[in-house]
């Protein structure tokens, strides 16, 4: 027998790419002085709107990814293309905050439409399922513009002291540390199957158990025989939806997503496109069992530090009077522009911080009854929650342990490997 021999056809190597040139969405080299031609799309849409005929979504769409495919800054080894999600918060908050300076009632209308413009584009963006990085470059942009008008407007003024700039320094550099924390992973779950890898613990007692008592978690089931390490995922699904008496529970606890059986508390994440263990809620990142605490420290350090710069800032363009009159009543202020700028992003900073101390507090009551927002939001769809004071506080109580213990077990979430007491998995 003669051995045929095997021809390896070589790829032929690409062309390195030059600090202008990038591959398009459609696999073709392109160059980034070239991003205004060849733009149907965008011509047949102003060709519409200067007719005024109405310009079909799909076309809208079609311009959208076109402008994100090519907004790109030249880098080494071809260009980088840059979200553009991050772009109107760097353009939009200083041209609004300057124009609310240069009245009283046009502050009284940028600061009421700032926020509602903001909760316009989360509810559209949660809407679509869209993962977007408006809301972290706008809270980033925020913490480095107010911090640049303190700087050129305030501290000039020579009522702010070194320890004092130093302290408030000190505090935004803690914030950033903190949310760079927050957004590294909140522990997201892996399907074992896709790498090969053995099931988990939680995995095989979740399909082992026998007779226990259903909760959030794991439904009981009797089940016989076990599960080896070559379980395909597969299996997996077929013998969950076979567990007796608990389809609904099956249902809940599979993600045909992720194709993985959840462990207790564990969501899928339609934003981030996968499962997060003990995941809370989805915001400028997901925050999850191995995260939240970051985000409580966030949080906390933000509310301090803006509370801090507030008052310097007021005591500063408002001499001889009290924190509170200063907000309400301050006379002469938008004489100077300086002092009116100032102002309005006192006003701005008092918006945002009011906003995230709400959240801060319920925060803190869904630790100290042990729930995260998804529980609340189930138990309330659900009508399996207790409500308490006119529905700020939901206690599901599943898994409430008293104060004390919330709060020691919230303080160790991500200390140790996945375990959760007895009666959480069921």
């Given at each position: ?161 070194p320890i004092q700039l130093a302290v408030l320094t000190c505090g935004l550099v803690l914030i950033l ?231 020691h077990q919230f303080s160790t979430l991500g200390t140790h490997a996945f375990h959760h007491p007895a009666?959480?998995?069921?």
């Amino acid at each position: 027998m003669k051995l045929a021999k095997k021809k390896k056809t070589e790829e032929p190597e690409l062309e390195p790419l030059c600090c202008c040139e990038y591959l398009d969405r459609n696999g073709e080299k392109n160059h980034v002085a070239a991003c205004l031609c060849d733009c149907q799309d965008l011509d047949e849409g102003c060709d519409r709107w200067i007719t005024c005929k109405s310009v079909q979504p799909e076309t809208c769409e079609r311009i959208m990814d076109t402008i994100s495919d090519r907004l790109r800054i030249p880098w080494l080894r071809g260009a980088k293309k840059v979200n553009i999600s991050i772009i109107p918060p760097l353009i939009l908050l200083p041209v609004f905050l300057r124009v609310a300076s240069w009245h009283f009632l046009l502050g009284v209308v940028v600061l009421i439409s700032l926020p509602v413009l903001a909760l316009w584009y989360y509810y559209l963006t949660h809407r679509r399922k869209e993962q977007t990085l408006f809301f972290l470059s706008l809270g980033l942009f925020s913490l480095g513009y107010m911090y640049y008008v303190f700087l050129q407007e305030v501290v000039p003024k020579g009522r702010v002291g070194p320890i004092q700039l130093a302290v408030l320094t000190c505090g935004l550099v803690l914030i950033l540390l903190a949310l760079y924390r927050a957004k590294t992973n909140p522990g997201y779950l892996r399907n074992p199957t896709s790498n090969g890898s053995s099931l988990s613990n939680s995995q095989i007692e979740y399909l082992n158990g026998k007779g226990q008592e259903k909760t959030r978690g794991f439904p009981g089931a009797d089940m016989s025989g076990s599960l080896n390490n070559r379980t395909t995922k597969d299996e997996l699904k077929g013998s969950s939806k076979m567990v007796a008496g608990s389809p609904t529970k099956v249902k809940e606890d599979w993600c045909a997503k992720c194709q993985l059986v959840r462990p207790a508390r564990a969501w899928h994440c339609r934003i981030c496109g996968i499962c997060v263990r003990r995941m809370d809620h989805h915001c400028v990142c997901c925050v999850g069992e191995s995260n939240h605490q970051a985000f409580i420290l966030a949080l906390s350090i933000f509310l301090l530090t803006s509370v801090y710069g507030i008052m310097l800032t007021l005591d500063t363009i408002c001499r001889d009077r009290s924190v509170f009159t200063a907000l309400f009543y301050c006379p002469g202020v938008y004489a100077d522009y300086s002092s009116a700028l100032s102002f309005t992003c006192v006003w701005y900073s008092v918006i945002i911080t009011a906003g995230m101390a709400y959240i801060f507090l319920i925060q803190l009551i869904n630790i100290s009854y042990n729930v995260t927002e998804r529980e609340v939001q189930q138990a309330l769809r659900q009508k399996t929650g207790r409500r308490l004071l006119c529905g700020l506080i939901v206690d599901t109580g599943q898994y409430n342990r008293g104060f004390l213990r919330n709060w020691h077990q919230f303080s160790t979430l991500g200390t140790h490997a996945f375990h959760h007491p007895a009666e959480d998995i069921v």
